[in-house]
């Protein structure tokens, strides 16, 4: 028997995450959207590509929870975009109340599951759904540091003009602004980053990174990326479901770990069938550990502005 995902918010992240769920054989997919015939249109054309894409897998789409029953993992990409006049308070307060809706009918028919959020404002959306959800910590997580890591290897491999898999670099911290590359932490063909290009050049690459989200969003004009976020999630997915416990790092709820307690934030976790086998305590140094806290605090500034 397949393993079984549900991807709630048909979107552009949402519908890649589901195409290469089944694309890569992890999974059946249940789609959800509250946009009528949305889901269900995306779900069919996805398995209408089933005969030339060579899957077995199936994915169907609806609005209907039911769809969902059973889930080993449920992602959660649905929300609104910011729109012109919108504040990021604005903005949380309206997602915060459609990720409590989702995750409210997601424990009804699967309370078992392990949950993804996607989401933004993504930290505080991890903590809304771990606290409304009632599950156990190492279940709940969200997505972003495999994405903006995936983003500083990318740009990490153009600067040293080698294969982006050649890359292992880390970035920590929450999903915005003040983001932490770990450029110590980073190492190329097995050399260490700091050997291999100059402080300027790596001050590049760090600010580059940090900004990835927003350079995509610049170009695209509408909307934002969805391509490196989807395999980013599906890469999650794939280490939990195949039990790998491969090191990533994930948004985890911390309880003390880098002296922070009650936050969720990018950490390196374990990932296995589980969810969070383990969170990874780096040795930082004095301004890492500086800057991971500055980045906490501004998480923690805006969770504070929930309701739930
Ligand atoms: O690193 C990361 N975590 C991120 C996060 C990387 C990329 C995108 N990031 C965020 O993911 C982005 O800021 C958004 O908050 C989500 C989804 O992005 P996407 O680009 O997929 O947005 P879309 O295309 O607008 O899709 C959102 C879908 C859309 O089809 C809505 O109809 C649906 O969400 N939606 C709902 N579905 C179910 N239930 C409810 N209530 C609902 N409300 C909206």
Redesign the pocket.
Known sequence: MHNKVTV????????TTAQRIVEKSLADVAL????DG?AAGKALDIMESSPIEGFTCKICGGTDYKLSEKSDIVII?????RKPGMSRDDLQAI?AR?VT??VENIKEFSPDSILI????P?DVMSYLAYKVSGTPSHKVM???GV??SARYRYFLSEALCLAPDQVQAMILGG?GDTMVPLPRFSTASGRPILELLDQTQIEAVNERAKKG?AEIVGLLKT????YA?SS?VVDMVKSILLDEARVMPCCAYLQGEYGIDDLYCGVPVELGKNGIKKIIQLDLDKKEKEDLLNSCSKVRENIRKLSY
């Open positions: 709630v918010g048909a979107g552009f992240v949402g519908a959800i959207d509250v946009v949305l990409t649905a929300g609104v975009a997602n459609i809706e989702i959020m996607v989401t933004n993504l969200g997505m972003a994405l903006d999903h989200g909307g934002s990326a969805f976020p980013s």
